[in-house]
């Protein structure tokens, strides 16, 4: 079983449509989780920290259930600049503050 | 705005040769990474460093080594490159162990022929 699962998509969305991406990760003793956007051709670049209580950043929520862990990015009112793979990170702690990455999922919004 | 640079965006070389990726940080982070990213599996850790000098073993270091000689710079090595090392190479960068956030360079698309 991978440490970090997603679903690798596409999903393919109209502009203005909502949608959600799910991921699972295996260690229960992850300490801290991400979301990562990378542009097609592009280095990944941090999107939102996600936290236990849920946190919004404008049009997107970020959702942690720590009881299933499993973690979730909601993308409202989506636009055709939101086009990227979407990469959920789970930081498993001790000394060495190694992410574990998963394969992402790629969304396409469409005019 | 941090930076982190890489030496080459595209690279072709030939199995057998020895490949150099070299990396540098501009805002004195203490921890860097370098992972490669293929379709299909995502980013894979192959080495990182917390300190000038110091290194250890990812979850795919075979056929790769890594210099850390200074703070700002850290190299990764193929020593003999094959075509399964056909692949996108990604260093990051991270303050210290206390911060989440990684930084990341453009990226060396390197192509072992």
């Known amino acids: 079983r991978k440490e970090v699962e997603q679903d690798p998509g596409p999903f393919n969305v109209p502009e203005g449509a909502t949608v959600a991406f799910n991921c699972t990760y295996s260690?229960?003793?992850?300490?801290?989780f991400f979301w990562y956007r990378q542009d097609c051709r592009k280095e990944p670049k941090l999107l939102m920290s996600?936290?236990?209580s849920g946190n919004e950043d404008g049009r997107f929520t970020a959702q942690l259930n720590r009881a299933s862990q499993y973690i979730s990015l909601l993308i409202r009112d989506s636009k055709l600049s939101d086009s990227a793979t979407y990469l959920c990170?789970?930081?498993?702690?001790?000394?060495?503050?190694?992410?574990?990455f998963g394969t992402g999922t790629l969304l396409a919004v469409q005019p | 705005d941090v930076k982190v640079t890489q030496s080459s965006r595209y690279l072709v070389k030939r199995t057998g040769e020895k490949v150099f990726l070299e990396c540098v940080q501009d805002?004195?982070?203490?921890?860097m990474f370098w992972y490669r990213q293929d379709p299909g599996l995502g980013l894979r850790l192959i080495y990182f460093?917390?300190?000038?000098?110091?290194?250890e073993k990812g979850d795919i270091p075979e056929g790769y080594s890594v210099s850390r000689e200074k703070k700002e710079r850290f190299s990764l090595i193929l020593e003999s490159a094959s075509t399964n090392q056909t692949s996108m190479y990604l260093c990051?960068?991270?303050?210290?162990?206390?911060?989440?956030?990684?930084?990341f360079g453009p990226g060396t698309r390197l192509t072992v022929l």
């Open positions: 990170v789970v930081n498993i702690g001790g000394a060495t503050n190694k992410l574990i």
């Open positions: 260690n229960s003793a992850s300490q801290s």
């Open positions: 996600v936290y236990s």
């Open positions: 805002m004195d982070h203490e921890n």
């Open positions: 460093s917390y300190d000038v000098k110091m290194k």
């Open positions: 990051a960068s991270i303050r210290d162990r206390g911060y989440n956030e990684q930084f």
